[in-house]
């Protein structure tokens, strides 16, 4: 019979990433910090879908958002990189 150490051991629910966060974090790695549009070109993936995915990876704390400015007016661009 098994101690229960070993049934405990089994019984932990695991966090997995999905294929796309797992593609989105080998493509920050890579390429560094980038933009949502930059994410979208490379991965060909909808836009929504690389947002939706990179707020998860975020709260997980996996990347990280912060923005830039040009010094032009506008809004600022926000981009993401792996922590």
Request: proline share 4%; net charge positive.
């Amino acid at each position: 019979m098994a101690n229960r150490s070993e049934i405990d051991r089994f019984s932990e629910p695991k966090e997995f990433l999905s294929p796309i966060q797992n593609n989105l974090l080998k493509t920050l790695e890579k390429t560094g910090a980038s933009t949502r549009k930059d994410l979208v070109k490379y991965l060909n993936t909808a836009r929504t879908t690389i947002y939706d995915n990179l707020v998860k990876l975020q709260k997980r704390k996996l990347i990280e958002k912060f923005s830039r400015t040009n010094g032009k007016r506008g809004r600022p661009l926000v981009f993401w990189r792996k922590i």
